[in-house]
């Protein structure tokens, strides 16, 4: 590590830890305003009704040898037709592709799968379990497990982090990559370095860097979290309470918190991205303009890290975008899928 990292990371340090401090303050204070609830999450221990419905598909489990782990998934559709494996965001869990498992598998096989330390797959302990090369392998190992030779992937927000990965690295294994509002390398640090709208919305991200306060923050009212983060814009509809209490079951399981919180906590954020070459796979970006947390910028030039990429905007979609507008973003996805002739 050189001079130049080593100032990036202690400026990086005092900053989360500044964040940290106000967050912390505000906490407090709500919480001696609320009472001795405020920190409180209700346990739910049945799994709702919801995440069950056959219409989503049908539950299994994969363990992966290599990896030592074994990963929750939900399938739909024939295996005898072309391969889709979803990777979902924070705090989400497989059941954000719920609407594209109901729709696509008509001509598809739709897999969307739980990521290591969410919802039903396992949850290692430290932090380190939580590295970028694991995270990747999970899902080479995975999709290879599936047994056939090419999918196509189609991720969001972190799941999408970790497709640019795998794209990147093994073009062999897919026949088209769709990003839905998920950040590349090299588009991400570009509008980072040059925006300060996006550094503000960045400042999570900063904030997940230190140790149990963004735990507690998320445990605020009975994880408020998602009426805040998902009911917002023009979509409220769209999760209606028996959703919300879907993500809600899964996050309120003991130990659910922190392993999602370790995938920041892993994030390298002096790592170049000046030798990363462009993606050879075929792309789709669909990017709901109205992200909270993500520039539009990064729709385009990440279009541009690609040899061959078509771009598409939803104008009143937020961050959440296939589950904002499904039926506009299925439609997409199937013109797009259609063209590569699978």
């Known amino acids: 590590m050189d001079a130049k990292q080593i100032i990036g990371l202690i400026i990086l340090r005092l900053l989360s830890a500044v964040i940290a401090s106000v967050v912390l303050a505000g906490l407090l204070f709500r919480r001696w305003r609320n009472g001795e609830s405020f920190f409180t999450i209700k346990p739910r221990p049945t799994q709702p009704s919801i995440l069950n419905d056959k219409k989503w598909g049908t539950h299994r489990y994969m363990t992966l040898k290599k990896q030592g782990i074994r990963l929750h998934y939900v399938e739909k559709g024939s295996s005898d037709n072309p391969l889709i494996v979803c990777l979902h965001g924070f705090p989400e869990c497989w059941f954000s592709w719920r609407h594209q498992l109901e729709s696509l598998s008509d001509k598809y096989w739709v897999v969307a799968v739980d990521m290591r330390g969410y919802a039903d797959s396992d949850k290692p302990s430290s932090k380190s379990a939580y590295d970028i090369e694991l995270l990747v392998e999970d899902i080479r190992e995975f999709i290879l497990g599936l047994g056939q030779d090419k999918c196509v992937l189609m991720a969001h927000d972190w799941g999408g982090a970790i497709a640019w990965q795998l794209v990147l690295r093994y073009p ?5 990559h769709v990003s839905c509002n998920g950040p590349h390398p090299v588009a991400f ?9 996006q550094l503000f919305m960045s400042w999570y991200m900063v904030f997940f860097q230190t140790p149990y306060i963004p735990e507690l923050s998320l445990r605020v009212n009975d994880l408020e979290m998602f009426e805040k983060a998902f009911r917002t814009g023009q979509h409220k509809e ?6 919300l209490e ?3 079951y899964y996050y309120a399981q003991k130990g659910a918190l922190t392993p999602p919180i370790n995938y920041y906590r892993n994030i390298d954020f002096g790592r170049g991205t000046e030798n990363i070459p462009k993606v050879t796979v075929p792309t789709l970006i669909v990017w709901g303009i109205k992200d909270a947390y993500l520039s539009k910028e990064m ?6 890290e690609c040899e061959t990429s078509v771009v598409k905007y939803l104008d009143n979609a937020t961050h959440w975008v296939q589950q904002d507008e499904p039926q506009h973003v299925n439609s997409i996805i199937r013109e797009y899928l259609a063209s590569k002739s699978l």
């Open 238 to 243: 769209a999760y209606p309470d028996d959703v």
């Open 299 to 304: 729709a385009i030039l990440a279009g541009a």
């Open 172 to 176: 062999e294994l897919f026949h088209a």
């Open 246 to 248: 879907a993500y809600k």
């Open 189 to 197: 640090m570009k509008v980072l370095r040059k925006s300060w709208k």
